[in-house]
């Protein structure tokens, strides 16, 4: 929504472990399985371990970025102060992924201020096969580096939405061709000197290089570059380039008999109903049926309730990831981390298995990390969920009985109702879209960062009171959740015991809407 | 940059002179400066980009993006901070600069420039305004002691900075008067001598001593200063004129733009001896004479402006080379400095008044009778080979009774650094180390147009603060305090 604010760079809270990476580099995979997986990584101290972790979580390629680089619309202190040069994390990617062997499964690319072919021949001879340059393409283009990328009013018409300074562009494809070709050239005349043949023979053959003792400093003279300059003393057998592919393990998938299943609804949108059990290896389910979705309809899938999947059993991690409008998936059951990943629309579900004994609502239905940058959709959990639950939710409708701590965090649009207790530090950095919490120890607003919003206590004049009352209906249809029957018994009490979480952002967003509505409306009369 | 988008509201408004019809009837500066809102506006134009050019364009990397934005906050006491901080005489630059600042200005790629240089002068015509500029010296004295030879804007930027430092510094200037070019050169209405001399108190007030009408290598030897001073800075600028060795070259009436100059801005003095600095201590005065001015640059617009000031009845104005491009040739890119056709204020009232400039002509000899001059012959030349080619059947013979040659400075004036005994460039410059700038003989140092060849008074100025620096460096044995001027400005 235009005029709220958006954390950028995000902060990657579906990340905190190798695990975790591994586990969305296959989300990704699932999502469409004909793209190629890249995991950007910062250099510094240690980036080969996380190359390393990033070979086995089977991305197809890596960057290894250098500090010098960095968007003109990144907060300067990333600009400043993140990273090293990318030499240095591109030896130590290089010769990690060797010693390991996990070298000949991924491409290796390096960038933050590429400029010349000499650039590009170190970097080979360090261990890179890829190369990437933005700012000299940009330049050449036109950019003259006025780092205005994030205020729309970029003078030359690079960086900008505004029509006016659009058309001062003066850029020509011609031009960066003219670059390109230049640097091919340049690389052709150097690799000529060295005596080989082609790019691919230079990969990792660091005894092309040295350091230059003439430019050496009475600051450097306690660094020690040789270290950088090692050549890992393997066999044959390993790799030191790129040889293959990465073996995802998507054949497995239960989706391939999801998507079966569902070709009539794919094919021609006719309303399928599929019952299948389901185990916790079963992981990322639904991902690859949402991904065909989007491949044969766009980006507004199918109508509402096309593929309805009825689900029995436990659901393995990213149940219903990046799941597009017009599946709906129900479980009778449990879930694992990272339900709803990503999620663009349908409805996800989940409620526990019928014969369970325990209070629903005194337990856990999903895990960490639900609905994490989910941007569309409704999701219904008849029980708690994990921490960080709806961080970064740009859109999502959804229903829990109780969530971990920092709930909402820099959620900036959808709706979260919480029919329970809430962890500490909810709402943090939350500037767009609502929650409604049931404060049934009046002990929420200690729970939660009021730092970007206002809580408010909800009455049956409130204009929302309807639509709550009749979307915790919805979850009792659902989910048939016991807590939710008795909220609805008691509505007009337990209506005042909700608190609304209200951004302050998006209420001045809001109101300038409504006005800017209103004044359109009386344009249009008056 | 208080408002992003202020470029794109707001278009340039750089009219800062009277109409013609108004500032040529007398020798009075000709300035009308826009008020203290619009010029806000103006600066509201700046965009303060990622990768300044302007700084990069400015001879002394004067700190534009910030200044800039201050005036568009009204914080103008700020401002002069910040101007001050790198330009030690703002009030100069913000007159007759030619503002290569606004040359590689980022906005000048597709738009017209931000106007810098009226900010400039309105932040510092403020400062006086408000009285916030003020003396300032040194709180403790070195010890140390520096002879600075000519008092132009590089000896008078240098001298500030030593002062500042804490050295005594003594400016050895041959006329009556501190300032060089400043004072004698440019006319009045271009830079208010008073104003000039305005700064030349102020120096004085600092602490600097001033010697006049004392002329190293005449009045004083230069032995005497080396031995007197613990460092001796030349800053005698490039005096000799270029001259036009052509047949009746010695008639009467055939001037350097620098014998005839000087003249009218003694008289805006009220002096009496206006001949003092001509060598054969003649009086030129342009009053119902037929004028040509041979040469098309700075000096020889400033020649034009003053005869018809003067009230020369007819101006002509020759320029050797072709009328540069309206806008920039494909070769010519931005942030290089263009070179394009630019109307000085002379020119546009020679034109107004119905006077011309000739481009690609050349004199090849003059004609008179009874040794004066009363003519001229041209030829106009062919530049398409890259050299001068004669065009037959072109000569042309015009009328004048006053030439003026302002074709340029070959360089220093020989005697005054024969003594001293410093080498010298090919082009006869007075030749330093590049970091050092010291010369061949140790504790002399030579900066401004003795060294660079004739440029620019932001030049100069650059240069003496650059001096000041290494003679700092070289009197204290210390790494210097001193700011240093940012050298990696493009050198055009």
């Known amino acids: 929504m235009p005029g709220v604010t958006l954390i950028s760079p995000p902060p990657h809270h579906d990340i905190y472990s190798i695990e975790d990476m591994a586990q969305l580099i296959f989300d990704l995979k699932n999502c469409n399985p004909a793209a190629d997986i890249t995991v950007k990584l910062v250099s510094e101290v240690g980036v080969g371990t996380v190359a390393a972790g990033v070979s086995k979580g089977h991305a197809e390629r890596v960057i290894i970025s250098g500090y010098d680089g960095g968007t003109g619309a990144s907060p300067i202190s990333s600009i400043k102060h993140a990273g090293m040069p990318w030499e240095i994390g591109l030896a130590e990617t290089q010769q990690t992924l060797v010693l390991n062997d996990l070298r000949g499964r991924i491409i290796v690319q390096t960038d933050g201020q590429l400029r010349t072919a000499r650039d590009v021949i170190i970097a080979t001879m360090l261990g890179a096969e890829e190369y990437a340059f933005a700012t000299v393409a940009l330049v050449t283009v036109g950019c003259i580096m006025m780092r205005k990328c994030h205020l729309n009013t970029c003078p030359v018409g690079v960086a900008t939405q505004d029509a006016a300074l659009r058309g001062k562009f003066a850029g020509k494809p011609e031009h960066v061709v003219n670059y390109f070709t230049f640097l091919a050239e340049e690389i052709r005349v150097l690799m000529a000197e060295l005596g080989v043949r082609s790019l691919e023979e230079l990969v990792g053959q660091t005894q092309y290089l040295a350091m230059d003792d003439a430019i050496k400093h009475w600051k450097s003279k306690g660094l020690d570059y040789s270290k950088m300059l090692v050549k890992p003393a393997v066999g044959p057998e390993v790799a030191i380039r790129r040889i293959q592919g990465q073996d995802h393990g998507l054949d497995k998938q239960l989706d391939h008999k999801l998507i079966n299943l569902a070709a009539p609804a794919l094919e021609r949108k006719e309303k399928v109903t599929i019952e299948l059990p389901i185990k916790n290896s079963n992981r990322t389910f639904g991902t690859m049926l949402s991904g065909m979705v989007a491949k044969l309809h766009g980006r507004e899938g199918l109508p509402e309730g096309t593929i309805d999947v009825r689900l029995t059993g436990i659901a393995g991690q990213s149940f219903g990831a990046f799941l597009a409008p017009g599946v709906n998936l129900y479980l009778e059951g449990e879930a694992n981390d990272y339900v709803g990943k990503g999620m663009a629309g349908g409805r996800i579900s989940i409620r526990p298995d019928a014969t369970a004994t325990f209070a629903w609502h005194e337990n856990s239905i999903v895990g960490n990390t639900v609905l994490y940058g989910a941007t569309g959709g409704e999701a219904f959990f008849a029980g708690k969920a994990g921490e960080r639950f709806c961080v970064r939710n740009s859109g999502v409708t959804a229903v829990v009985e109780g969530t971990g701590d920092h709930g909402c965090e820099y959620m900036t649009g959808g709706r979260v109702i919480v029919l329970g207790r809430t962890g500490r530090n909810f709402a943090a950095g939350m500037s767009g879209g609502f929650a409604y919490v049931l404060d049934e120890d009046s002990r929420f607003r200690r729970r939660c960062n009021p730092a970007m919003v206002d809580l408010e206590q909800m009455s049956a004049t409130d204009e929302d009171a309807e639509w709550l009352k009749q979307i915790i209906a919805k979850h009792y249809e659902e989910t048939a959740s016991p807590r939710a029957a008795e909220i609805l018994a008691d509505w007009e009490n337990q209506l005042t015991r909700f608190v609304r979480v209200f951004p302050h952002e998006y209420r001045r967003v809001l109101t300038e809407m409504a006005a800017a509505a209103e004044a359109k409306k009386e344009a249009i009369h008056g | ?492």
């Open chain 2, 1 to 492: 940059m208080g408002d992003p988008r202020g470029f794109m509201k707001y278009s340039r408004q750089d009219k800062t002179i009277q109409p013609v019809e108004q500032r040529i009837k007398n020798h009075d500066e000709h300035y009308n400066y826009p008020t203290e809102e619009e010029v806000k506006t103006q600066a509201a134009r700046c965009m303060d980009c990622g990768v300044p050019f302007c700084m990069t364009g400015c001879p002394l990397g004067n700190l534009i993006p910030e200044w800039n934005d201050l005036v568009y906050r009204g914080q103008w006491k700020q401002a002069l901070q910040a101007l001050h901080a790198t330009n030690n005489f703002p009030e100069f630059t913000g007159r007759v600069c030619p503002a290569p600042c606004e040359a590689s200005c980022v906005l000048g790629i597709n738009e017209p420039q931000v106007t810098i240089k009226l900010h400039e002068v309105s932040i510092v015509n403020k400062g006086f305004e408000e009285g916030w500029i003020v003396a300032q010296p040194p709180k403790s004295r070195s010890g140390k002691t520096v002879a600075i030879i000519g008092g132009g804007p590089a000896g008078l930027a240098c001298a500030q900075q030593l002062n500042r430092a804490g050295h005594k510094v003594t400016v050895y200037e041959k006329s009556d008067r501190a300032g060089g070019l400043l004072m004698y050169g440019i006319p009045h209405y271009k830079l208010r001598k008073e104003k000039v001399q305005r700064r030349v108190d102020l120096l004085a007030e600092e602490g600097i001593e001033f010697r006049y009408s004392c002329e190293v290598g005449k009045d004083v030897a230069f032995a005497e200063l080396k031995e007197q001073y613990d460092a001796v800075v030349f800053a005698s600028g490039a005096e000799e004129p270029r001259d036009l060795p052509v047949a009746g070259r010695d008639l009467d009436g055939i001037h350097f733009a620098m014998e005839f100059l000087p003249q009218q801005n003694r008289a805006n003095w009220g002096d009496s001896d206006l001949a003092v600095l001509h060598p054969k201590q003649q009086l030129i005065n342009a009053e119902g004479k037929k004028v040509i001015v041979i040469g098309g640059g700075d000096t020889g617009s400033d020649c034009i402006g003053t005869s018809l000031r003067q009230g020369a009845t007819s101006v002509v104005n020759f320029e050797l080379l072709g009328q540069p491009p309206v806008e920039r040739a494909e070769n010519n890119p931005w942030p290089q400095w263009s070179r394009i056709l630019r109307i000085s204020s002379s020119v546009e009232e020679l034109e107004a008044l119905g006077g011309d400039v000739e481009y690609e002509i050349m004199t090849t000899r003059f004609i008179g009778s009874e040794g004066k001059v009363t003519g001229l012959e041209t030829v106009k030349v062919d530049w398409s080979t890259g050299k001068p080619e004669k065009v037959a059947g072109s000569e042309k013979i015009w009328e004048a009774d006053l030439v003026l040659l302002a074709m340029g400075y070959l360089g220093p004036r020989p005697q005054a650094i024969s003594q001293a005994a410093c080498e010298t460039d090919p082009r006869s410059n007075i030749k330093t180390d590049a970091k050092t700038r010291m010369t061949s003989v140790e504790g002399v140092f030579a900066a401004g147009d003795c060294r660079r060849g004739q440029s620019l008074v932001v030049w100069a100025i650059s240069e003496g603060r650059e001096v000041a620096r290494c003679v700092d460096e070289y009197l204290t044995g210390k790494p210097s305090l001193l700011p240093k001027v940012r050298l990696e400005t493009f050198q055009y």
